[in-house]
């Protein structure tokens, strides 16, 4: 196979894979910021402490982070069904993908903001500050640098995660690596994949580094 007839191929597969990552991080982040922000109010030691609706969470979370993806993917056919109308194509995967990733961010925001020193929570409690303002105005931007690294680091997993996709019909690098790189034997076209996917993982994680060090007051 020539790289004429590879780049048709590789731009639509790339774009796919750029839209299955894009829209499961926006919903990601939507659902895991406040669930990992509810694991540290809702601590033994948190602004708002209920240990039983704490440890049903982070159940819920273990459970989540537990189950290989490929297994997460074809158990939650039937949800995927009902929420996209459909099991296959680009936008189907969005589904487990973001079900995949919401416990995975949601004990990396958790982490972020135990890092959070409690001399500044104590200092805003004291001023009176009230546990809504806390998280908006202390903890969340104190633990920014932290966040994302910590979503750099799911979208990066989300790439790893989108490659596995295409091997059940999501799409993007993935499928295009099995059914041609595997299923065709073009052997270039499987390493040109792998070398874009790389490429793309550098990039981001470089990118989500940087932004970090920015945002960080050390």
Do not use: C
């Amino acid at each position: 196979m020539t790289w004429e007839e590879m780049l048709p191929l590789l731009w639509p597969a790339t774009l796919e894979t750029a839209q299955m990552v894009g829209w499961s991080a926006v919903f990601t982040l939507l659902l895991g910021l406040p669930l990992g922000v509810a694991l540290v109010v809702f601590d033994r030691d948190g602004l708002r402490p209920a240990p039983a609706l704490k440890s049903a969470l982070g159940f819920v979370v273990n459970i989540g982070r537990s189950l290989p993806f490929i297994v997460l993917m074809i158990a939650i056919i039937p949800f995927t069904r009902l929420v996209v109308g459909t099991t296959i194509g680009t936008a189907a995967f969005v589904v487990p993908l973001t079900v995949g990733a919401v416990p995975f961010f949601a004990r990396l925001v958790e982490t972020a903001l135990r890092e959070v020193g409690t001399d500044v929570v104590q200092a805003a409690q004291a001023m009176g500050a009230s546990r809504t303002t806390i998280v908006r105005k202390v903890l969340l931007p104190e633990a920014l640098p932290g966040l994302v690294a910590g979503l750099t680091v799911t979208v990066v997993a989300l790439i790893g995660y989108s490659a596995m996709a295409g091997t059940l019909g999501g799409g993007g690098l993935g499928d295009l690596a099995v059914r041609y790189g595997y299923q065709r034997f073009e052997t270039l076209l499987m390493i040109v994949t792998v070398v874009l996917l790389l490429v793309i993982v550098q990039l981001l994680q470089s990118l989500g580094d940087w932004v970090a060090r920015r945002l960080s007051h050390k």
